[in-house]
């Protein structure tokens, strides 16, 4: 792996790090370039072409994921959750839940149980694919 490579994937780690640590704040893709140090257009580019999805997609998606855990272990209202991962709208957070997921939150939460397995395995098994497929469970 060349220098250039190895550095702008470094670049790109650390906004999407920046991503995963800030997920409830507003962030846009001028900032998120900022971070990476290049061009907003350079960004999505390079982004997409490292990690497979848009900025704006990655983004939605750890949102959601997010948002997924509070719906299996809190109480708090799907409003609430929609706010605290970083949505500005209840309306875009419930369609964009149903594309990655499947279903709408509130039907995630009634299906949803909380399992007697390891942390690593629940979270590999409820991890929504960045297909916008529900995971499938797998036949032995």
């Known amino acids: 792996m060349s220098r250039a490579v190895e550095e702008?994937?470094?670049?790109?780690?650390r906004a999407r790090d920046a991503m995963d640590r800030a997920y409830?704040?507003?962030?846009?893709?001028?900032?998120?370039?900022?971070?990476?140090?290049?061009?907003k257009a350079h960004f999505i580019r390079?982004?997409?072409?490292?990690?497979?999805?848009?900025?704006?997609?990655?983004?939605?998606r750890?949102?959601?994921?997010?948002?997924?855990?509070l719906l299996r272990e809190t109480d708090r209202s799907?409003?609430?959750?929609?706010?605290?991962v970083g949505f500005t709208s209840l309306g875009t957070f419930s369609r964009t839940f149903r594309d990655i997921v499947g279903e709408?939150?509130?039907a995630y939460r009634k299906r949803a149980d909380v399992v007697a397995v390891?942390?690593?395995?629940?979270?590999?098994?409820?991890?929504p694919s960045t297909l916008g497929e529900a995971p499938?469970?797998?036949a032995d």
């Not at 702008?8 to 780690?13: A, G, K, P, Q």
């Not at 390079?46 to 939605?60: D, S, V």
């Not at 799907?78 to 605290?84: K, M, N, P, Q, R």
């Open 8 to 13: 702008s994937n470094r670049r790109m780690l």
């Open 24 to 39: 409830g704040q507003p962030l846009d893709v001028p900032t998120l370039a900022r971070i990476a140090h290049v061009s």
């Open 46 to 60: 390079t982004f997409r072409a490292t990690f497979g999805e848009t900025p704006h997609r990655y983004l939605q």
């Open 62 to 69: 750890r949102r959601v994921e997010r948002s997924m855990f």
């Open 78 to 84: 799907v409003t609430e959750i929609c706010f605290d």
């Open 104 to 106: 709408p939150p509130t």
């Open 118 to 127: 390891p942390t690593c395995f629940a979270m590999a098994w409820m991890r």
């Open 136 to 138: 499938a469970p797998q």
